[in-house]
């Protein structure tokens, strides 16, 4: 039986700060209920995790990121057709995208949790930082996952994209 929400983490545990989302993946397993959240963790996010979306009432992708303003960001997803999808390593927005094109239909509400990162070479630690923004991260997405309703998950975006 498939778990209603999915929370997908994605990155290198080797490379520094591209560690924050496996690193949150750990933090949510050992602190919220799972009855109804799968986790899921890889190095990228590739063609096959479309299928990962079926069934699911809500999806939560979390990856570290530059572009960050904040500690970090919070949004919608919306499905579209970029050049990742050619690569070996894909955007949230286009595994949405492949989705919808295999399965004829809408994907379920996707969201991106993008926390800050600044270091990501190979061999090194987090930064501390990104230590602080992971923290904070941490404790947003704890609160998520506490209510899984996409119309307060939205209202959270709508928010974050005021800050």
């Not at 919070?74 to 390593?89: M, Q």
């Not at 809408?106 to 992971?134: D, M, R, V, W, Y």
Request: net charge negative; glycine share 6%; with cysteine.
């Amino acid at each position: 039986m498939v778990k209603p929400v999915l929370l997908f983490g994605y990155g290198n545990l080797s490379r520094g700060d591209d560690a924050l989302g496996p690193l949150l993946l750990e933090y949510i397993e050992s602190t919220v209920n799972l009855d109804t959240i799968e986790i899921l963790t890889d190095f990228q996010l590739q063609i096959e995790h479309a299928l990962d979306l079926e069934n699911r009432a809500l999806v939560l992708f979390v990856d570290a990121s530059v572009a960050c303003v904040n500690a970090f960001d919070f949004a919608v997803l919306a499905p579209a057709r970029d050049k990742s999808y050619t690569t070996h390593a894909m955007s949230p927005a286009a595994v949405l995208d492949v989705y919808q094109e295999i399965k004829k239909q809408t994907p379920p509400p996707c969201f991106l949790l993008s926390i800050k990162g600044e270091k990501f070479e190979l061999g090194e630690g987090l930064s501390i930082n990104a230590e602080q923004h992971l923290a904070q991260a941490c404790q947003f997405a704890g609160q998520l996952l506490g209510n899984p309703d996409s119309a307060i998950w939205r209202q959270q975006a709508d928010n974050a994209r005021e800050m």
